[in-house]
């Protein structure tokens, strides 16, 4: 009998670490386009972004648009705050005046070491891979 209580506990605990592997990650911020509040090497809780709305001042982090000859050395996931939804005014240096249906603008925190929608435009919703829920300790 116990080793049943055994084998029972394990495909529980087995079952929940798929749950969470499925619906959160760990990442880790890389370089300085977050700083001061995510410095280089910090690690983040994020959820799985599944669609829904989102709001300004949510971080988000990014599958990087695909580099194109305007737009060289993209690829890759971004971690940004989201300046502005669809339907919103966009921020101040990016291009556009409204951000369009299932579109963002972000920023980094750090906007003279940041590649964000200044330089790439808006953003498809389609891009949002999770959104951090808080920052870890180092």
């Known amino acids: 009998m116990r080793w049943a ?3 029972l506990a394990g495909a529980l605990a087995g079952i929940a670490w798929i749950a969470l592997r499925r619906n959160f990650e760990i990442v880790r911020i890389n370089g300085p386009s977050m700083a001061p509040n995510y410095l280089d ?3 983040v809780l994020a959820a799985r972004y599944r669609g829904g709305p ?3 001042g949510q971080v988000v982090i990014l599958d990087g ?3 194109t000859v305007d737009r060289p050395g993209t690829h890759g996931r971004l971690v940004k705050r989201i ?3 669809a339907g919103e005014k966009a921020p101040e ?3 556009g005046d409204i951000v369009p249906p299932q579109h963002i603008a972000v920023l980094g925190d750090n ?3 940041s590649v964000d929608s ?3 435009g808006f953003l498809s919703t389609d891009l949002v891979h999770a959104t951090v829920i808080r920052k870890l300790s180092r």
Request: aromatic fraction near 8%; proline fraction near 17%.
């Open 54 to 56: 989102l709001r300004p």
């Open 93 to 95: 240096g990016v291009p």
């Open 83 to 85: 300046a502005a939804v």
């Open 65 to 67: 648009p695909r580099p």
């Open 5 to 7: 209580f055994v084998f």
């Open 118 to 120: 200044r330089q790439l």
């Open 41 to 43: 090497g910090d690690r």
């Open 111 to 113: 906007q003279s070491q």
